[in-house]
């Protein structure tokens, strides 16, 4: 009696003493879903990390002759031995349509080979590597009509999709954490002032929110991604349309973090912060802030996927990122046809990463919100 | 309830100037101005106009004078009724965008009804079969219906009507119906196509709905007031639906705010996808080549849209829900 007594206690001291970043990460594990989707966007941000390594050719290299290459699928086992393969393929010219028809040969087994060497490519800006995951045995290059392999397919001018979405998901997704990123500034500094100051400050942001959340997001933000000059570099681009996406994109979190200043301000803690002396962005910073920075994590989090699906939606549209940028967007600008869809299915896979790191990043973002809720049990 | 529409009513002519503003400077933005991007229009396809000329047709449209007196300009006729007219098409605007703006709202309508008397059953089943099979089906939908952006699904329709049935399922009107007068068979044409774009446009929404319902129902249902009038023998289906399911409700219909204005500017584009005939595809166009009235104007009646679908909503909570109403006036 006395011993269940003892480890009930035990954990009860436990709970009192935690941190509540440790309270929320006890909460947070219970859901095994995102538990799950973070172990997938940890991978997701390895790739972005670095996409050159898991890539197999130069995204950008182009060769019209290997124009909508089907998808090669991985062989683990080779009669029963494990040594991975792809099946060759044969392209014929259809004497009708003149287009080139590739079937699957299965005479000929391409090698697979992992950490080999392959073309060359940056890491971070920093430095270059040529190492890569995996590409074609190094025995094999010889004697390949043409030594590559495609697990995703080539596109309309012959490039490796697989490689293009390795990079597309580095463009996408740090477009998404940027764009988060300078939406929680905008965001926690105005919401912070309209909601500690309040007074005249808290009205005039506040109409300043109601206006932009008044408008039609996807034609306002149409109208300004067509607006940047055509001869902008692509980096220029991209840099502008993160800023375009966060200038809308703030006002729920800046609605959010006002809400919160105003209930915290009135709390015994914040009084007694007062009260000691306190400066006011002491107050803010070291006990306002922590108290809700949870949520802000989880609200931000939340707010990530709607900026790729609208980088994604603008790219496609020719009005957002535009080659030789790679970003998901970009890629399903190949499929805009009916034709290139019908003739190159394989064309819609981006759309599909798009789909898993949108999943993904909403059930993390969902689990870290039900435990960052103090009212939870 | 009069007063509080009255003060609804009053902002709406601030706001609308404001968004005009707005509308004005987006268009304006880009470098050069129409003519800048005609004459390279011309160029690229191999022939040009003089400078004078140029400079003519610049004085004609009073692309030379100051902005501001531009956008007084441009004021000025809409609140007289003139759109202004299309430099790139020649017509007057209010005539090119007119019935597509029609068939943008009446799609946009469909879609919101086909959410809601959707999205309000699967909640109510959800939550009343709480962990039941159905409802992790449910679950399911609803997170990869948020996740997948509505171009992408209708691409994926598009591919699967293609490949499985060897039909295209693009437009709103089969081609002997285009451009044809409307007349009885037109409409049950755009009937015919247009229950598409109204499920690709609407599956967001209802599973963003459906959620909202089913975790509203779900606080409802363990309430005391359940458990009393369970123990007073009253049939489950009628007391679900009598008293939980109305409060449930209250909360959903302060999202109609965002949600119609949403389905207004998200149709723009799965409009481009799906090859509809609605104002999205003229609005790429018309920003694409700098076609400033036509881009302006469009945008100015997507806030319209907006501000309208916004106060439509505050008007039908305030209605549903006495609180609001009397914390306002």
């Known amino acids: 009696m006395a011993a269940i007594s003892k480890t009930v206690t035990d954990t009860e001291d436990r709970v009192f003493v935690a941190s509540n970043w440790q309270l929320v990460w006890w909460r947070f594990r219970k859901n095994k879903l995102a538990l799950f989707s973070t172990a997938v966007l940890f991978l997701i941000a390895v790739v972005a990390l670095f996409p050159g390594f898991f890539s197999i050719q130069d995204p950008q290299q182009s060769s019209s002759r290997l124009a909508f290459i089907p998808p090669q699928s991985l062989h683990w086992f080779n009669d029963g031995r494990l040594q991975p393969f792809v099946y060759g393929v044969i392209g014929e010219r259809n004497a009708e349509t003149l287009q080139m028809e590739w079937v699957i040969d299965e005479e000929r087994k391409i090698p697979v080979s992992f950490f080999v060497k392959g073309y060359e490519y940056e890491v971070l800006r920093l430095f270059s590597a040529d190492l890569h995951l995996w590409g074609v045995a190094p025995e094999a290059v010889e004697d390949a009509e043409w030594p590559e392999i495609y697990f995703l397919g080539t596109d309309r001018l012959g490039r490796d999709q697989w490689s293009r979405l390795m990079y597309g998901i580095q463009t996408s997704i740090s477009i998404g954490l940027i764009g988060v990123i300078l939406s929680v500034i905008l965001g926690v500094l105005l919401g912070g002032v309209s909601g500690y100051f309040g007074g005249i400050f808290d009205m005039v942001i506040q109409r300043i929110i109601e206006l932009l959340q008044a408008l039609p997001t996807i034609p306002v933000w149409m109208a300004m991604t067509a607006a940047l000059p055509r001869d902008w570099p692509p980096e220029k681009v991209y840099f502008a349309i993160t800023v375009i996406l966060s200038l809308i994109g703030w006002t729920t979190l800046g609605r959010e973090v006002r809400g919160r200043f105003l209930s915290l301000r009135e709390e015994d803690f914040v009084i007694a912060a007062k009260l000691a002396g306190c400066s006011q962005l002491r107050i803010i910073t070291h006990h306002m802030v922590p108290a809700f920075a949870s949520h802000i994590i989880a609200t931000s989090t939340l707010s990530i996927p709607s900026m790729i699906i609208s980088e994604t939606a603008l790219s496609y549209l020719g009005l957002g990122l535009r080659a030789p940028a790679i970003s998901l967007g970009v890629m399903l600008q190949e499929a805009q046809t009916l034709q290139a869809v019908a003739l190159a299915s394989w064309l819609l896979y981006p759309g599909i990463a798009v789909i898993i790191i949108v999943l993904a990043l909403n059930l993390v973002g969902d689990g870290l919100r039900d435990a960052a809720d103090p009212y939870s049990n | ?329």
């Not at chain 2, 006729?77 to 003139?82: F, K, M, P, V, W």
């Open chain 2, 1 to 329: 309830m009069l007063q509080y529409i009255m003060k609804r009513l009053l902002i709406l002519p601030l706001l609308l100037f404001l968004f005009s503003v707005i509308a004005f400077a987006l268009i304006q933005a880009p470098p050069g101005d129409f003519l800048t991007s005609y004459m390279a229009f011309l160029a690229s396809s191999g022939s040009s106009i003089g400078a004078e000329q140029a400079e003519a047709l610049r004085q004609m449209y009073g692309l030379d004078k100051p902005l501001y007196i531009q956008y007084f300009k441009w004021m000025g006729n809409i609140l007289r009724g003139d759109l202004g007219v299309s430099l790139e098409w020649q017509r007057p605007v209010a005539e090119l965008i007119g019935e597509r703006l029609v068939l943008t709202i009446v799609l946009a309508l469909l879609s919101f009804a086909f959410t809601w008397l959707l999205a309000i059953p699967i909640g109510i089943f959800s939550a009343t079969h709480q962990y039941s099979i159905f409802d992790y089906l449910f679950t399911i939908f609803s997170y990869v219906g948020v996740a997948t952006p509505n171009f992408l699904f209708a691409l994926i329709l598009i591919w699967f009507a293609f490949s499985k049935f060897g039909i295209s399922v693009t437009g709103l009107f089969s081609a002997e119906f285009a451009d044809a007068p409307w007349s009885w068979a037109r409409v049950v044409d755009l009937l015919k196509h247009i229950w598409l774009p109204m499920i690709v446009l609407g599956t967001d929404g209802t599973a963003k709905l459906s959620r909202i319902m089913r975790a509203n129902l779900l606080d409802e249902l363990n309430k005391p007031y359940v458990v009393t009038a369970r123990a007073k023998g009253m049939s489950e289906w009628k007391l679900v639906l009598k008293y939980p399911v109305r409060l449930a409700f209250n909360p959903l219909v302060s999202t109609l705010g965002w949600y119609l204005p949403a389905l207004f500017s998200g149709s723009t584009v799965v409009a481009t996808v799906m090859n509809l005939q609605n104002i999205g595809p003229v609005l790429l166009r018309a920003l694409v080549s700098q076609d400033m009235y036509l881009a302006g104007s469009i945008i100015l009646i997507y806030c319209f849209l907006t501000v309208l679908g916004t106060l439509l909503s505050d008007i039908l909570l305030a209605w549903l829900d006495p609180r609001i109403r009397m914390e306002e006036a």
